[in-house]
């Protein structure tokens, strides 16, 4: 299952995000029993999803800035800036 954390951490897009939701949903319904991600590649990517949604969403009620750095992103999404690059 391929989904590069950076990506989410530092897109803007929030379309982006729906992306996302539905490549999971295709993954979930692949053929290939072998290539469907587990329940817990599931929810653990769904969560960052979550979280990197609703930590967009405040910054955009306040001042938005744009960007942030990898790791205060990894860090709002409670993971470590080593799982935030992995695949």
């Not at 992306?19 to 817990?40: F, G, H, S, Y």
């Not at 990517?45 to 205060?72: I, P």
Request: charged letters at 30%.
């Amino acid at each position: 299952m391929e989904m590069v954390y950076s990506e989410i951490l530092q897109t803007e897009d929030p379309v982006f995000v729906v992306n996302q939701i539905w490549k999971l949903a295709a993954l979930c319904t692949t053929e290939e029993v072998d290539e469907r991600p587990t329940m817990e590649q599931l929810a653990k990517h769904l969560g960052v999803l979550r979280r990197f949604w609703k930590k967009r969403r405040a910054e955009d009620v306040g001042a938005s800035t744009g960007y942030c750095t990898e790791v205060e992103a990894a860090a709002a999404v409670g993971i470590s800036g080593d799982e935030a690059t992995e695949p």
